[in-house]
């Protein structure tokens, strides 16, 4: 059974103030929303690195084609059902974005990968000291995904299903 995180972090002043624990999965309905939108404005052709650039050429996309496919508006359309639906798997399959080719979504996913790397870097930053290293809590997490990537590669020469939903707890059928 997967280990479940409550991903709790002390801050560098935390022991004068009255509740010394931050847990950032209280705040990520504030922040979320901040994520998405860098994510979504860096989805415009001038934001693109050379090698995402390239990524897309080989792919056959362009520019165009994300906004002739209604791209941002399915995805925007899936993120206004937030409240609603069960999950982001049934709002995209219901919004069109999952018809969609898989290098066009993969444009989003890998801009919102982005956003969201830098933001967890500059949060833990905020909360610790370089010759700290990284908070009790987040080192666990980092432990559990350094295993995770391990059982990967393992299972690569095992009898196991490989496929989509493998590592990602959130699909049409679960929360």
Sequence with gaps: MAK???FQLRRNDARTQRDPWYTPERDIAHIGPNIVHGAMVSIEEKYWEPWF??????????????LDTEAPRKMARALSQVI????????????GFSDLRPAIQALFYVRLGQVLLATVWS?????????????????????????????????????????????????????
Aim: aromatic share 4%; net charge negative.
């Design 123 to 175: 949060g833990v930053k905020d909360v610790g000291k370089p010759d700290d290293g990284p908070p009790a809590s987040f080192q666990d997490l980092l432990n559990d995904i350094n295993t995770q990537f391990h059982e990967i590669i393992a299972s690569e020469h095992a009898d196991e299903p490989q496929g989509p939903g493998r590592l990602c707890r959130c699909t049409k059928e679960t929360p």
């Design 4 to 6: 479940e995180h409550l």
């Design 84 to 95: 609603k639906l069960k999950n982001p798997a049934v709002a995209l399959e219901q919004s």
């Design 53 to 66: 650039r390239d990524f897309l050429h080989d792919n056959g996309v362009t520019y165009q084609e994300v």
